[in-house]
């Protein structure tokens, strides 16, 4: 079983020709509403690739609160601990997407997400006990996701996302960190240039037993006990890459929960992070099991 304790939000998507610079206002494309947040997103790739999921997490006492919480339960995801929290808007994600190259520049309105404590955790002690793999990001607050950490018996895997200052015993409590590029490089506090400046940052942090860095269309690297590997991309026309990374995080702790070696789950995530971006939006865009079997000629 997967514990996820994170974020819950309404994504708000436009399609830009390009993204504007600040003082800038560029014309996009029409607006389209999707279930999203790094929680939810993870919550939903893990139920698909055929976990069974158990979510942790806030929305507003609003009508898109509740939407959120019916697609959830639709997706088969446990949503019995995601509980309305008065007076504090549904999260909501303000994307914008450029139709040539797919890339994507997101502000987040955390909302109700912020009410997500770490009592919360606490009294789901016994979920986060008994949870073979929980899933943590950084769209809750820090207490919170130290707090989960703390309490959960299996495996922790944090997915550092947005990139914010990490507290070096978290670290510690962590067993998978899987950060992307950009979230590496500001964890070590330096740019990483090249794929041995990564391999380099990987093997130098201390804390997790093992760091999956995703590399974008260059796929993956696994840095476990000091040995570094890279996993190839599974090659794809994107187009649109939110949430590649929660697609990744998600099936990287299903093949976890079936028992699959380190290296062969972060190979089934690398093809279920590709083939998320090859269709618009977050939570729409994320395969299913038989989806990446069939990707992989299974
Ligand atoms: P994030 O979306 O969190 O910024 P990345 O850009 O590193 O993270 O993408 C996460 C994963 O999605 C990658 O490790 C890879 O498996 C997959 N992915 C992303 N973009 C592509 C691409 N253009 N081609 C193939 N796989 C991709």
């Keep these: 079983k997967i514990a996820v304790v994170g974020s819950i939000n309404l994504d708000l998507v436009v399609p830009v020709p390009k993204h504007p610079r600040p003082g800038e206002t560029v014309?996009?494309?029409?607006?389209?509403?999707?279930?999203?947040g790094k929680g939810a997103n993870q919550a939903v790739a893990?139920?698909?690739?055929?976990?069974?999921?158990?979510?942790?997490?806030?929305?507003?006492?609003?009508?898109?609160?509740?939407?959120?919480?019916?697609?959830?339960?639709?997706?088969?995801?446990?949503?019995?601990?995601v509980l309305p929290v008065d007076g504090l808007p549904t999260g909501r994600a303000l994307i914008a997407v450029d139709h040539t190259t797919g890339e994507n520049?997101?502000?987040?309105?955390?909302?109700?997400?912020?009410?997500?404590?770490?009592?919360?955790?606490?009294?789901?002690?016994?979920?986060?006990?008994?949870?073979?793999?929980?899933?943590?990001q950084h769209e809750v607050?820090?207490?919170?996701?130290?707090?989960?950490?703390?309490?959960a018996g299996g495996t922790v895997l944090l997915n550092p996302a947005p990139a914010?200052?990490?507290?070096?015993?978290?670290?510690?409590?962590?067993?998978?960190?899987?950060?992307n590029r950009g979230e590496l490089a500001s964890l070590v506090g330096h740019p990483l240039p090249d794929l041995h400046a990564v391999a380099d940052a990987a093997r130098q942090l201390r804390g997790p037993a093992a760091v999956v860095v995703t590399l974008g269309a260059e796929?993956?690297?696994?840095?476990?006990?000091g040995a570094v590997a890279f996993v190839p991309p599974h090659p794809v026309a994107p187009?649109?890459?939110?949430?590649?990374?929660?697609?990744?995080?998600?099936?990287?702790?299903?093949?976890?929960?079936?028992?699959?070696?380190?290296?062969?789950?972060?190979?089934?995530?690398?093809?279920?992070?590709?083939?998320?971006t090859t269709l618009a939006g977050a939570q729409p865009s994320l395969p299913t099991r038989e989806e990446v079997a069939r990707a992989l000629g299974e």
């Design 27 to 36: 014309l996009g494309g029409d607006l389209a509403e999707h279930p999203g």
């Design 219 to 225: 796929g993956a690297l696994l840095c476990e006990d």
């Design 239 to 276: 187009l649109d890459t939110t949430a590649a990374g929660d697609a990744f995080c998600g099936a990287l702790a299903s093949g976890l929960v079936d028992g699959r070696s380190l290296h062969e789950a972060v190979r089934r995530a690398n093809v279920a992070a590709a083939l998320s």
């Design 164 to 179: 914010r200052e990490l507290a070096l015993d978290l670290l510690h409590m962590v067993d998978l960190l899987v950060p």
């Design 46 to 81: 893990a139920a698909r690739m055929g976990a069974s999921v158990a979510m942790l997490g806030r929305v507003g006492a609003d009508d898109a609160g509740a939407r959120l919480r019916r697609v959830l339960d639709l997706e088969g995801v446990d949503t019995t601990r």
């Design 105 to 136: 520049s997101i502000i987040v309105s955390p909302g109700a997400n912020t009410a997500l404590s770490p009592e919360h955790c606490a009294s789901e002690g016994a979920l986060l006990r008994d949870a073979t793999v929980t899933l943590l």
């Design 141 to 151: 607050p820090p207490e919170t996701v130290a707090a989960a950490a703390r309490l």
